[in-house]
């Protein structure tokens, strides 16, 4: 999965925030309806423009910046939502 093919940032969308290209869906915002419970079906049937395969480029991108050390939490003080 090349998640560059549906993932960017541009400064004037959302602050420069990782959004699904084409529209201002953020990593983060996905990320969090997840945590929350929604289901993929749930994100496509609210966010029709959103894709099967953006979604599946959302974890590719999270995976790449876990493995490049770009999201750190460390193991004390780690702030609950």
């Given amino acids: 999965m090349n998640w560059q093919e549906y993932i960017h940032s541009d400064e004037s969308v959302l602050l420069g925030k990782p959004v699904i290209k084409g529209t201002r869906l953020s990593v983060e915002f996905l990320l969090e309806r ?4 929604w289901t993929e079906q749930d ?6 423009r959103l894709t099967k ?13 876990m493995k490049d050390t ?3 939490f460390p193991t004390t003080n780690f702030r609950q939502a």
């Fill in 53 to 65: 395969e953006a979604l599946q480029a959302v974890f590719a991108y999270v995976s790449a910046a």
């Fill in 43 to 48: 994100l496509m049937d609210n966010y029709p």
């Fill in 70 to 72: 770009l999201v750190y």
């Fill in 34 to 37: 997840l945590a929350d419970g």
